[in-house]
């Protein structure tokens, strides 16, 4: 019959042995020699300070490594390894073409591993051309959409407007502006603030400085505005002995964002009444209403307006 005894005598015992059993264990598998491919940074050296690549070098390239486990393990987490191509020799308007192989790549002296080979890429085409500079604005880039009875008062503005932006000369005499990483304002309510990077199309070797803007964005809800006493103007045709408008008044209700409905007045809206062209006689006539940019006629009281011709 099974005993708990058998479990618990020299139970402190027991543990330190699966303990010691497996380190034992971990220690025989990290002496065992195996392979690992790792994605290392690639650093370009001795650039000359007037020329650039015309296109983004990648930025890690595949290695494969051989070596003890626990070595492997070492140089994956904290060797930072890292393979390099020499520009020293590099000329504007040249292209290099560029071979990978273990004689690129760096390890930490004392890592106790084997280069074996480049795998990807196996070789590299780099074309340089002379640095420019150029001061340029930065456009912001806005995505979303906000919540009814909502409004951007502006455009997005940045700060600064512009920055300064350096790659191959064939390509920043072409650009207009850069355009920053999108601030998306959905569902928002209010005022969007962000540091947004600054970014440009394709894959050209371009950066700026500096490479972050604040983006901001003024947002606004609806506000209705009721504007009493606003005149109507009468057009008529002339000839006519008598020319009569009825009422010479009208009420005007307009919406839009807050800051400009609340500032509106009688002066700020035209109601225009067109009677030219029509016969004698008494006519109903609907208003024409000219408001702000921007603001929207909600309504006009009357509706309809009595114009008699004589």
């Known amino acids: 019959m099974f005993s708990r005894k058998l479990v618990t005598n020299n139970l402190n015992l027991k543990i330190a042995a699966v303990i010691v059993a497996v380190f034992l264990w971990m220690f025989a598998k990290g002496e065992q020699t195996s392979d690992a491919m790792l994605s290392i940074p690639l650093r370009l050296r001795s650039v000359p300070e007037d020329l650039t690549t015309t296109r983004r070098p990648p930025e890690t390239i595949d290695v ?31 292209e290099l073409r560029v071979s990978l192989s273990p004689a690129n790549v760096m390890i930490p002296r004392d890592a106790a591993v084997q280069v074996i080979e480049v795998r990807d890429p196996k070789s590299l085409d780099i074309d340089v051309e002379r640095l420019e500079e150029r001061r340029l604005p930065v456009r912001p880039v806005v995505e979303g959409e ?25 390509v920043v005499s072409e ?19 962000s540091t947004r990077a600054v970014e ?18 003024e947002i ?8 009493t006493d606003v ?72 509706a309809r307006f009595t114009v008699t011709l004589e």
């Open 231 to 302: 005149p109507v103007e009468l057009r008529s045709e002339p000839g006519f002995t008598s020319v009569e408008l009825e009422p010479a008044m009208a009420v005007v209700e307009l919406s839009g964002p807050e800051h400009v409905a609340s500032r509106l007045g009688p002066d700020d809206v035209s109601v225009l009444i067109d009677a030219r062209g029509l016969p004698r006689g008494r006519h109903q006539l609907v208003p024409e209403i000219e408001a702000p940019e921007g603001i929207e006629v909600v309504s006009t009281t009357p």
């Open 64 to 94: 494969v490594f051989s070596g003890h486990t626990s070595e492997l393990f070492r140089l994956r987490w904290w060797g930072d390894p890292y393979a390099i191509i020499d520009m020293s020799e590099a000329a504007a308007g040249r």
């Open 200 to 217: 440009f199309e394709g894959d050209w070797n371009l950066h700026s400085v500096p490479r972050e803007v604040r983006v901001s964005i």
């Open 175 to 193: 650009l207009e502006h850069g355009s920053t990483a999108p601030l998306s304002v959905s569902g928002r309510r209010n005022r969007v603030e």
């Open 220 to 227: 606004e809800g609806t506000a209705v505005a009721r504007l």
């Open 146 to 170: 906000l919540p009814d009875g909502y409004y951007m008062l502006a455009h997005a503005v940045s700060v600064p407007e512009s920055v300064t932006v350096y790659g191959p000369r064939s």
